[in-house]
């Protein structure tokens, strides 16, 4: 008997498996080709400044639009384009696409700052740079409306190399976040050594903050850490009014999250923007003189 279930429960992890490995065959294949299909398309978040309650910035976030099948997100897809190295051509459309979008709204007057995500295996890619010089060049922007986000676990297994694309594209003039902060097993020491400019306080620090007194005291311990570097704080993940207010309260720059919108398609994002732009507007002439 005993003999018999642990058979059949073999039998069932290997098809388990074997479907994983199979439905990661068949998104290999289907990511191969998603470019010159034109499947992919960049989300924009917007980052609020909680000190102004401007927009000035937004992180550009990608989309898989497949036909015929299911959505998938990019912490499934990411991962198997990294280790299949399609990563490296998915991440140039990916720079290129948020250039062209930077020009777009320079050329609309609605000039905003964008983030793009790094991977490690981007790093290793020797042509990066030059990429992102020429992008620059020809969508004629500035080289400070374009971010780099990278996690610490990038910053660690690279080191050498990252101190030499960094301290690059800040000679371009090029920002760099740090991404997903606290959820990684780096040391801090790399925070000085390193031209960073910012620190995006991970989710899950943001989630629980209003009941739990050891995220209040880890997020506070950030931004003072992070201001005493000179580094601006980000807060990823902000859903509530609460949230906002702790943050708002405690001197976090800026904040990310579906309170003040999801990761939206470019055209409602230039909306986005022109509504809020507005909003500002109406509460400045309502208070002003008539
Ligand atoms: P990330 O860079 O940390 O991006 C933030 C993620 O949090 C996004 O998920 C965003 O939609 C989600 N988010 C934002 N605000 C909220 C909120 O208030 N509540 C909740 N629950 N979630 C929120 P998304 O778009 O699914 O992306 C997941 C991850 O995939 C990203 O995490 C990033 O690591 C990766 N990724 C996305 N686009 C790219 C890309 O172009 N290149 C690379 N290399 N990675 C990317
Ligand atoms: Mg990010
Ligand atoms: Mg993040
Ligand atoms: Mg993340």
Redesign the pocket.
Known sequence: NAKKATKSSVQFYSQKLKDASQRIIELENALQNAITNHEFELFL?PMLDLTTGTILKA????RWNRLDTEKI???EF?PIAEQTGL?VPI?KW?ISKACEMISTLNHRGQNCKLS????PRQISDRHLLDFIRTSIKNNHIQPDQLEL?LTEGVLVDNYDKVQFLLTEVRKLGVSVSI??FGTGYSSLSYLKKLPIDHIKID?SFIQDLVNDENDKAIILAIIAMAHSLKLNVIA????TELQRNFLQLNHCNLA????FSR?LPFAQFCDYLTTTANQTLIGQSALGPK
């Open positions: 978040q992180e550009a976030l990608l997100g990019p912490d990411i990563i991440g990916v793009v995500n790094l991977s986000e991404d997903d989710r990823e993940g902000v859903e990310q999250g579906y309170l990761p």
